[in-house]
């Protein structure tokens, strides 16, 4: 059976549910609405079948340099440099990359 990204996403919701300050998705609408947020700011989302994560920009550089992912692009032309967006199919596994952004995005 293929996981879908759905599935995987499903898992990292999962791993942060009752977790203080997080708020699962559907928690809002709009953009965001299927997004991880802490105290308000979204670290992990699920946009168009992707994986798209907040992490340092060195980090996202790192990333997208080793082919693991790209810059995240909102749709406006423009890739943004601290968001990641990932393949459902990639190898990274999301549950730690969702860790690292919660950090981040923790520590503002």
């Given at each position: 059976m293929d996981v879908t990204a759905e599935d995987r996403f499903e898992d990292v919701v999962d791993e942060f549910a009752g977790l203080p300050g997080v708020t699962p998705p559907g928690a809002s609408r709009g953009?965001?609405?299927t997004a991880l947020r802490v105290d308000g700011k979204i670290f992990a989302m699920?946009?168009?079948g992707r994986f798209v994560v907040k992490l340092p920009r060195v980090r996202v550089d790192q990333l997208v340099e080793s082919g693991a992912?790209?810059?995240f692009d909102a749709n406006k032309g423009t890739p943004?440099?601290?968001w990641l967006s990932l393949d459902?199919?990639?190898a990274l596994p999301w549950v730690p990359l969702a860790h690292e952004a919660l950090a981040y995005v923790r520590a503002g």
């Open positions: 953009f965001g609405r699920l946009v168009r992912g790209v810059r943004m440099k601290e459902p199919a990639s």
